[in-house]
């Protein structure tokens, strides 16, 4: 089975292993698993990096290879001894005015590709800057709703990994409370659902356990206990509500919201979901937070 994310890397790096000799393969630079399948490939490679003094990007351009960089708040590619300034980082919708950094590793990545198929820098950001996050554009990827007085975010983050992701850009936001909604994955390891738990401890005030439909082997008294399990090695003192269904948790979101409170919601069932805030939103979904 794949248990260990070496292993999940590994069938991954089907995808770009058959990238045809005259593509490219875009990888991230910042990533040490990523960044070794450049020895398993025979197609041309492409870095993307965070960090604008990567020492595996520099070494790859000084050699003539194409990057892309977050440098000082600017997109930008490296071609050889060539330096293209796509753009602000801040400026494009997707990035939250800059406080999604994952959002913005995404947008060097896309750059990236299409400046690969020689499409103009202005282009590339014009596309950029005219991608408005939703959920008719992105569905379930940090869809912000502004009510009256408080934001419900619907993100489909599942795993550890995820809720890191997004922590940065959560901890940047002001607000009186933060709520999240979580669940566990029944065919996920033990260790990694307590995981789940333990990041979402790190990150929120009080949180929601909701069951999905499809426990996966698993029974709800065993993921309900990982789940506790996971947050009490954070916090024993945390703030935790069990709610059985998914559309039950959301409902409990939005009648217990407090004014300045951000509740986000890690949505298995998005559409549902999506529709379920949207008839209590009196707002359309919001492209731009403030930050603190």
């Given at each position: 089975?794949?248990?260990?994310?070496?292993?999940?890397?590994?069938?991954?790096?089907?995808?770009?292993?058959?990238?045809?000799?005259?593509?490219?393969?875009?990888?991230?630079?910042?990533?040490?698993?990523?960044?070794?399948?450049?020895?398993?490939?025979?197609?041309?490679?492409?870095?993307?990096?965070?960090?604008?003094?990567?020492?595996?990007?520099?070494?790859?351009?000084?050699?003539?290879?194409?990057?892309?960089?977050?440098?000082?708040?600017?997109?930008?590619?490296?071609?050889?001894?060539?330096?293209?300034?796509?753009?602000?980082?801040?400026?494009?919708?997707?990035?939250?005015?800059?406080?999604?950094?994952?959002?913005i590793a995404n947008v060097l990545a896309a750059s990236l590709?299409?400046?690969?198929?020689?499409?103009?820098?202005?282009?590339?950001?014009?596309?950029?800057?005219?991608?408005?996050?939703?959920?008719?554009?992105?569905?379930?990827?940090?869809?912000?709703?502004?009510?009256?007085?408080?934001?419900?975010?619907?993100?489909?983050?599942?795993?550890?990994?995820?809720?890191?992701?997004?922590?940065?850009?959560?901890?940047?936001?002001?607000?009186?409370?933060?709520?999240g909604v979580i669940t566990g994955v029944g065919d996920r390891?033990?260790?990694?659902?307590?995981?789940?738990?333990?990041?979402?401890?790190?990150?929120?005030?009080?949180?929601?356990?909701?069951?999905?439909?499809?426990?996966?082997?698993?029974?709800?008294?065993?993921?309900?206990?990982?789940?506790?399990?996971?947050?009490?090695?954070?916090?024993?003192?945390?703030?935790?509500?069990?709610?059985?269904?998914?559309?039950?948790?959301?409902?409990?979101?939005?009648?217990?919201?407090?004014?300045?409170?951000?509740?986000?919601?890690?949505?298995?069932?998005?559409?549902?979901?999506?529709?379920?805030?949207?008839?209590?939103?009196?707002?359309?979904?919001?492209?731009?937070?403030?930050?603190?």
């Amino acid at each position: 089975g794949i248990d260990t994310i070496e292993k999940l890397a590994m069938v991954k790096s089907t995808v770009v292993e058959a990238v045809a000799p005259d593509g490219y393969a875009i990888l991230n630079a910042d990533d040490d698993l990523v960044y070794d399948l450049h020895d398993k490939l025979t197609c041309n490679i492409a870095y993307f990096s965070m960090n604008s003094e990567n020492e595996r990007v520099r070494h790859h351009v000084s050699k003539g290879g194409m990057a892309a960089i977050y440098e000082n708040d600017f997109i930008t590619i490296l071609k050889g001894k060539m330096i293209f300034r796509i753009g602000r980082a801040s400026q494009v919708p997707i990035t939250f005015n800059g406080a999604a950094t994952f959002n913005i590793a995404n947008v060097l990545a896309a750059s990236l590709a299409a400046f690969i198929q020689k499409i103009h820098p202005r282009d590339i950001m014009e596309a950029l800057n005219t991608f408005i996050p939703g959920p008719e554009t992105i569905p379930g990827r940090m869809n912000v709703f502004e009510f009256a007085s408080h934001k419900v975010i619907v993100d489909y983050a599942h795993n550890p990994h995820g809720l890191q992701s997004i922590a940065g850009f959560l901890q940047s936001l002001q607000a009186t409370r933060k709520v999240g909604v979580i669940t566990g994955v029944g065919d996920r390891r033990c260790e990694d659902i307590k995981a789940l738990a333990s990041e979402a401890a790190k990150i929120f005030d009080e949180i929601i356990i909701r069951h999905d439909d499809d426990l996966r082997g698993r029974t709800v008294e065993e993921l309900d206990r990982l789940l506790t399990d996971g947050i009490r090695a954070i916090d024993p003192e945390r703030k935790i509500t069990i709610i059985d269904s998914e559309i039950q948790a959301v409902e409990e979101v939005l009648r217990t919201a407090v004014p300045g409170s951000v509740s986000v919601i890690f949505a298995d069932d998005v559409s549902a979901v999506i529709a379920q805030v949207q008839k209590s939103c009196n707002k359309k979904p919001a492209a731009q937070l403030e930050v603190a």
